[in-house]
């Protein structure tokens, strides 16, 4: 419906939207397509799902369990000495920092489905962020890790030209990948197991990439312009679509991409490095120079990532031994640090974010956390912190012990 005809309605039908959304819900869940009514009422399944609804079709397409689900046996962190210290809120991450010693790693899948519709918008008030969707040949969409339809795909749709067309195709792209920690954990490792399969030549690479994405590709041997990518106002149709399913703190993954980048084989590891975050915009340490007058006595190098080239970060990472960084992106750059290195994260407990305890566990790496408090009247992402120094003093002295690699362990 075109918005002068909306505003039609509204004058003289009360709650006229509403009333049009449930009768498009009701009538596309009765079998009606979509488009019809502007895409609202899409249907979301899972990619298991839409497989066992079509069991048994061979024209439906093809699954491939990768790495079946398990779960993990990891290490508390250093500094602590029970689960119960830890916090068992889930939040926004689907599990919690006293679930990652028994963290379930989720299915690693690959499928091929036919005559997909793929969609995209970004989001200004949201730093611009990127989000995909698919739509299936029976115009569902798959519900994937940030992959999922939502109203603005369903408004971009019925703005949108004619979808552009490709044969086939592979596509590996969630939602903020432009982001230095989502392209590092969740977008590297799909693409070094494509690399490994042999299965690179028909990827898709978004058009808008930072000099760090491009950096990353350059180290491995890939050359991003000779990859094929999507016109950003157009959606695109595929008549033989690869898609990708993936934990983005499975252990088999994450380690790819140290392996890919020699980070094992490199010098045995002698830095002590800290992070700073005093250019951020957000999550700064308020007492930084405190913590730093703890730090530089001990050896430690204050580095800022967002000066350093791609490849300079990989190199500072694969001779570092001893990682400290308030919560932050930069703390990913763990992945390129030899196996064993001791992280130190300065985190708020009571925002209670898992994922770089659950990255140090992937990767073998000791990890250890500083407890800070948040400050400030806004989100809780956009928080400064700080942390109290004997926080971390107590810790330091555990990194300059030796550290023990530990095989992957999964049952």
């Known amino acids: 419906m ?25 009538s596309v869940k009765r079998g009606a397509p979509p488009r019809w009514f502007g895409y609202r009422g899409v249907i979301r399944e899972s990619v298991p799902e839409y497989f066992g609804r079509h069991s048994g079709d061979t024209t439906a397409g093809h699954y491939e369990t990768v790495h079946p689900e398990a779960v993990a046996s990891n290490p508390l962190p250093d500094n602590f000495s029970s689960p119960d210290e830890l916090p068992d809120d889930r939040g926004w991450w689907g599990y919690s920092f006293r679930d990652v010693p028994h963290r379930i790693s989720g299915e690693t899948f690959m499928a091929t489905v036919p005559d997909c519709l793929i ?19 029976d115009s569902r969409a798959f519900d994937m890790r940030e992959v999922r339809f939502r109203p603005m795909h369903a408004e971009t749709l019925r703005q949108s030209p004619e979808p552009a067309r490709l044969k086939r195709a592979t596509w590996f792209i969630e939602r903020v990948y432009h982001n230095h920690s989502h392209w590092l954990t969740a977008h590297l490792p799909k693409l070094l197991l494509l690399r490994e399969k042999g299965m690179l030549d028909q990827v898709i690479l978004p058009p808008e990439r930072s000099a760090a994405i491009d950096g990353c590709l350059r180290m491995l041997g890939l050359k991003p312009e000779q990859f094929q990518t999507y016109d950003p106002a157009r959606p695109l149709f595929v008549e033989e679509l690869t898609i990708m399913g993936t934990d983005r703190f499975r252990p088999e993954l994450l380690r790819m991409v140290p392996q890919a980048f020699g980070i094992n084989e490199a010098v045995k590891p002698h ?12 999550r700064r340490l308020v007492n930084e120079e405190e913590i730093w007058a703890l730090l530089e006595p001990q050896g430690f190098e204050r580095v800022l990532m967002e000066n350093m080239t791609f490849e300079d970060q990989v190199r500072l990472m694969s001779e570092t031994a001893v990682l400290v960084a308030p919560h932050g ?27 770089f305890y659950a990255l140090a566990s992937a990767l ?17 992402l956009e928080k400064d ?11 330091l002295p555990r990194t300059d012990r030796p550290s023990a690699t530990r095989p992957l362990e999964h049952s």
């Open 329 to 355: 992106a930069g703390l990913t750059n763990m992945l390129f640090c030899p196996e064993g290195a001791h992280i130190v994260e300065i985190a708020d407990l009571s925002f209670p974010n898992p994922n």
């Open 271 to 282: 830095r002590k490095v800290f992070i700073s975050r005093l250019h951020a915009a957000r």
């Open 2 to 26: 075109t918005s002068q005809g909306q505003g039609f309605l509204d004058r003289f039908v009360p709650n006229a939207q509403a009333k049009w959304d449930r009768v498009a819900a009701a």
């Open 385 to 395: 912190l700080k942390v109290d120094p004997s926080r971390v003093t107590e810790i």
């Open 119 to 137: 969609t995209w918008y970004r989001n200004p008030e949201q730093e611009n962020d990127f989000y995909p969707a698919i739509l299936n040949r």
């Open 364 to 380: 073998g790496h000791r990890y250890s956390l500083a407890r800070a408090e948040s400050l400030g009247d806004v989100h809780p």
